[in-house]
Each structure stands twice: as C-alpha cells, then as structure tokens.
Nanobody, 123 residues
Framework: QVQLAESGGGLVQAGDSLRLSCAAS????????MGWFRQAPGKEREFVAA???????TYADSVKGRFTISRDNAKNTVYLQMNSLKPEDTAVYHC?????????????????WGQGTQVTVSS
C-alpha cells in the first residue's frame, strides 16, 4: 500500500524559512511525478510545486522565487524548501505522487496523497 508521510511543518514568523519532507513508500516504480499542494481554511486545495522523476519542475506563481522543490529518487523522498514565508502561505501542505512521467500541476494527475503537515506563518 502506497503511503506518503510529510514532516517539517510548524509555526514561524513572516520572513522565516521551513523545509518540508515527504517520504513515499511502496511506490510501484520511480517514474512518478511528486508534488506539493496546500489548503488554507475555507479555501480549495491549490497547487504549489511539482517535480518529475527526471527533474523537470514547475511552480505556482505565488511561490516562484521563494520555494524550491527537490527530490531524491533513491530515497523516494521529495522536499520543499520554503523561504521568505508570508502569512498567506499558512495552510496544510500535502505531498502527492502521480503515475506519470511529465510534471503536472493538475490535481487530477495525482494518485496518492499524504495526510498533510500544518504550516503557520505569523505576521
């Protein structure tokens, strides 16, 4: 059974940094796109960043230049380095894996989801 486990969330002040990690277990293969989505209270889940197994990446406009996604295929782990955090980044951050080669920002392209980790940025 595929499991995704996020870690690294917390409470920080505006301008601080956090690094999220997501370890995937029992993925049928390495050819998965790995991504991060977030959901703030009262809002729909939104795309944050994604990286294909070959290293191609894409970001939401709201985080470009501040967030960096990376992955270690040997460990089936994806990371999200978040710098210059803003109060509007406050959300539950979910890791996701999709059975496709190409990078994608579409919710429907992801087959597996983690439970999420809370990120709270105070002003």
């Amino acid at each position: 059974q595929v499991q995704l486990a996020e870690s690294g969330g917390g409470l920080v002040q505006a301008g601080d940094s956090l690094r999220l990690s997501c370890a995937a277990s029992e993925l049928p293969s390495s050819f998965y796109v790995m991504g991060w989505f977030r959901q703030a209270p009262g809002k729909e889940r939104e795309f944050v960043a994604a990286m294909s197994w070959t290293g191609e990446n894409t970001y939401a406009d709201s985080v470009k230049g501040r967030f960096t996604i990376s992955r270690d295929n040997a460990k089936n782990t994806v990371y999200l380095q978040m710098n210059s955090l803003k109060p509007e980044d406050t959300a539950v951050y979910h890791c996701a894996a999709g059975a496709r080669y190409a990078v994608s920002s579409a919710y429907s392209d992801y087959n597996y989801w983690g439970q999420g980790t809370q990120v709270t940025v105070s002003s």
